[in-house]
T-cell receptor
Framework: GAVVSQHPSWVICKSGTSVKIECRSL??????MFWYRQFPKQSLMLMAT?????????EQGVEKDKFLINHASLTLSTLTVTSAHPEDSSFYIC???????????FGEGSRLTVL | QKEVEQNSGPLSVPEGAIASLNCTYS??????FFWYRQYSGKSPELIMS????GDKEDGRFTAQLNKASQYVSLLIRDSQPSDSATYLC??????????????FGQGTILTVHP
């Protein structure tokens, strides 16, 4: 199957700092990538859709100024959590698909802990 | 009403038994249904997709869909300890057709004991 890779796998930061998470499609090009978030013992929730060369679209309740998404190339999307706070601690997972109607592949996830 | 509902479990079955996982959804317009497996601390992986009423089999896994009842299930035959994971049911967002924008159920924790 297709490979989606995230970096870093885990990160610990102090409250108030910003953290950048990278998502790469390694063996296919992705004009669209999807960012999900999973709090402990909860399910995945879609945060936003990352669009190559244009603005991301955010789901209701997700602050676009707090979660900055950049999709500068066909293989890379980044999520920056700005001014992170402990309530932003979560498992952030990106996903992409090689074909518009094909299987969705998830990255390994990035676990963020904000102290 | 949640869009996708699952029993959170945990569901415990002995090795070799059939595990039955259930999911109901609220949007009658949903046309595509997915089952993902998520091991603890890992990201989900797709194990089955189903689009038509009836059964779909893939190895030890069988997905069953009943659109009239808005119900989709996953059967795991000959359960193995390695099947122990959280199983997530998912449908495209708000009845849409984008398979990238999914709404997930809360997941059912399955434990297969030797």
């Amino acid at each position: 199957g297709a490979v989606v890779s995230q970096h870093p796998s885990w990160v610990i930061c102090k409250s108030g700092t910003s953290v950048k998470i990278e998502c790469r499609s390694l063996d296919f090009q992705a004009t669209t990538m999807f960012w999900y978030r999973q709090f402990p013992k909860q399910s995945l929730m879609l945060m936003a859709t990352s669009n190559e060369g244009s603005k991301a679209t955010y789901e209701q309740g997700v602050e676009k100024d707090k979660f900055l998404i950049n999709h500068a190339s066909l293989t890379l999307s980044t999520l920056t959590v700005t001014s992170a706070h402990p309530e932003d601690s979560s498992f952030y997972i990106c996903s992409a698909r090689p074909h518009a109607d094909g299987e969705l592949f998830f990255g390994e996830g990035s676990r963020l802990t904000v102290l | 009403q949640k869009e996708v509902e699952q029993n959170s479990g945990p569901l415990s079955v002995p090795e070799g038994a059939i595990a039955s996982l259930n999911c109901t959804y609220s949007d009658r317009g949903s046309q595509s249904f997915f089952w993902y497996r998520q091991y603890s601390g890992k990201s989900p992986e797709l194990i089955m997709s189903i689009y038509s009423n009836g059964d779909k089999e893939d190895g030890r896994f069988t997905a069953q869909l009943n659109k009239a009842s808005q119900y989709v299930s996953l059967l795991i035959r000959d359960s193995q300890p390695s099947d122990s994971a959280t199983y997530l049911c998912a449908v495209p967002h708000a009845g849409g057709t984008s398979y990238g924008k999914l709404t997930f159920g809360q997941g059912t924790i399955l434990t297969v004991h030797p």
